[in-house]
């Protein structure tokens, strides 16, 4: 794929960050981009600090190549691409050995993020994260991340329990404890603190020690977020955007998660020990508007690398 090549434009001044406590939570975040949405920023460096993780999402029918020049771009701006492989669009092991040596070669590619995928009926012989990260064939990758969901996922529990859901993160916990491998959850996004905090609390009691990097919406229209919650299964946090939609005079004004970041970073500097770690971004109203909105709220901790 022919990554687009556009005019560099500057960034925004970094200021005060909004609190130290929002700074230390911003600091080391990640962000996610597809290819298409990719080829849309001139040069990640203008946006992003040094070294940023840089998830790159795998939606289904999406060339490999294009996954892979994405993250070889990423790496050759200084970022640390962690593409998806999603379980159940992978037909079997020779797929999946191809994808891991095409993205280690042509892209340095060290971490992955396993999750199970968005279809209903897998293409193959995988079904969830655990199986891909017992086939062996990320040995050697420094870091692995599995998905989480504060309020459920309905294609793992139709029934939106969290039995089933907290023995399949029980179990990647395990495997990580045994492998030695370093192992997160990133999780789906929210925007409430208050199901956040009680969902981390719950990891913790049924002894699911991973530690957590908590989804966030970046800000975007509030039809779009709204769009993008029902159809990922956002649940009772969805709320607040209700709240917003009948307010006529923010019906039209972006939202930002600004309370929800404070709101977490609160805690985090009340409660050391809680289990969120780093916060990761869903840029659902664009790259460079979340980039902007990080950069005002972490001042020096969120300081892109060419500023």
């Known amino acids: 794929m022919a990554l687009l090549n556009f005019r560099r434009t500057p960034s925004p001044q970094v200021g005060a960050p909004a609190s130290p406590e929002v700074a230390a939570l911003l600091q080391g975040y ?3 981009v597809m290819p298409r949405t990719a080829e849309k920023v001139a ?9 940023t993780r840089v998830y790159i999402a795998h939606i289904e029918g999406t060339p490999i190549a294009d996954m892979v020049a994405t993250a070889a771009r990423l790496r050759a701006e200084g970022m640390e691409p962690m593409p998806h492989f999603p379980a159940r669009i992978i037909t079997g092991r020779a797929m999946l050995a191809d994808w891991v040596a095409r993205y280690r070669g042509e892209a340095d590619v060290k971490q992955a993020l396993l999750l199970g995928g968005g279809v209903s009926t897998p293409h193959g012989d995988y079904d969830n994260a655990l199986q891909l990260a017992e086939t062996g064939l990320f040995d050697g990758f420094e870091r692995l991340h599995v998905a989480g969901h504060p309020e459920g996922n309905r294609d793992i529990d139709p029934k939106g329990g969290e ?12 495997f990580a404890r045994e492998s030695g491998v370093p192992m997160a959850i990133v999780t789906q996004f929210a925007f409430e ?6 969902w981390t609390d719950r990891l913790r009691a049924e002894g699911i020690d991973l ?6 919406a970046g800000p975007a229209k509030l039809q779009t977020l709204i769009r993008f919650a029902v159809a990922c299964g956002v649940g009772p946090s969805m709320k607040v955007l209700q709240k917003r939609a009948k307010d006529v005079t923010k019906l039209l004004l972006p939202f930002e998660p600004t309370d929800l970041v404070r709101d977490l970073a609160r805690h985090k500097a009340a409660h050391p ?8 971004f869903f840029p659902l109203g664009g790259i460079r508007t979340n980039a902007d909105w990080a950069i005002a709220q972490g001042g020096d901790a969120t300081r892109p690398a060419n500023a």
Do not use: N, W, Y
């Not at 040069?43 to 070294?51: E, K, T």
């Not at 603190?193 to 009680?198: E, G, L, Q, T």
């Not at 020990?273 to 990761?280: K, L």
């Open 30 to 32: 990640s962000i996610e």
């Open 193 to 198: 603190a208050a199901p956040i905090i009680a």
């Open 43 to 51: 040069d990640f460096r203008d946006l992003l600090p040094a070294g």
């Open 273 to 280: 020990d809680f289990a969120v770690e780093r916060v990761h």
């Open 163 to 174: 039995r089933v859901v907290m023995e399949a993160l029980r179990q990647k916990a395990t």
């Open 211 to 216: 530690p957590v990097h908590i989804g966030v």
